[in-house]
């Protein structure tokens, strides 16, 4: 075999190499639009399949059934974005106001404005036939974004920024405008569309009134 012959050979092994890396996210990708159609209870794998150009078969190297791949939509949608968030908190150096300002920004952003609200669709319609979803969503999800958001609101306290109150006992009220945005966005924005850049200005303006000393 000429040296040509095993520099192309190479690359494209690295292309497969690259495809099979990809694919995951392709798959989620098309669980995502599937869901969002279908609900969780309608979606089939053989249509996801479909969806992202493989056999049904393919998907099964990557997640072990429907759940999983909802689990999968989660993690990606979600709880990396809340990770990130993590990451931010830990390194932030300036007021305690800025940094929670910052962080309703990226989960309106990443979460409020993106297909990831399809998830919460499917909790709030489908959660009660599987119970397992919502527990799911929880953990990955309001747990995780609470716990965050309780960080900021210590940290403002120890800093002498933020007073504590009622606010300050309860943190998924803090996140509680979000919700009702991505809620909204799904149900009634066909009828009276809602600005989320206005939303977010408002809900931060409620939570700051009721945090800062």
Not at 34 to 39: H, L, P, V
Not at 48 to 60: C, L, N
Not at 80 to 107: F, H, M, Q, R
Not at 109 to 132: M, N
Request: aromatic letters at 8%; hydrophobic letters at 45%.
């Amino acid at each position: 075999m000429t040296k040509i012959e095993n520099s192309s050979l190479a690359s494209e092994q690295k292309k497969r190499r690259r495809r099979k890396d990809a694919r995951p996210a392709e798959i989620i990708e098309a669980g995502l639009l599937e869901f969002a159609e279908r609900g969780f209870a309608g979606a089939r794998l053989s249509d996801v399949a479909a969806r992202a150009g493989i056999v049904k078969g393919t998907i099964y190297r990557y997640f072990d059934n429907k759940e999983a791949l909802f689990q999968a939509a989660v993690k990606s949608r979600i709880t990396s974005t809340l990770d990130n968030v993590e990451e931010l908190v830990d390194g932030y150096p300036g007021p305690t106001d800025e940094l929670l300002k910052l962080v309703l920004a990226i989960i309106y952003e990443k979460i409020v404005a993106s297909d990831a609200r399809v998830l919460l669709r499917i909790i709030i319609g489908e959660g009660a036939r599987f119970p397992e979803i919502p527990s799911y969503y929880y953990r990955e999800s309001i747990s995780k974004g609470a716990a965050v958001i309780d960080r900021i609101v210590q940290r403002g306290i120890a800093r002498g920024e933020f007073r504590e109150g009622p606010m300050t006992t309860m943190p998924t009220i803090i996140i509680g405008p979000a919700i009702f945005a991505a809620v909204w966005k799904m149900t009634f924005d066909e009828v009276e569309p809602l600005d989320l850049d206005v939303c977010m200005a408002a809900h931060v303006d409620m939570a700051l009134n009721g945090l800062l000393a």
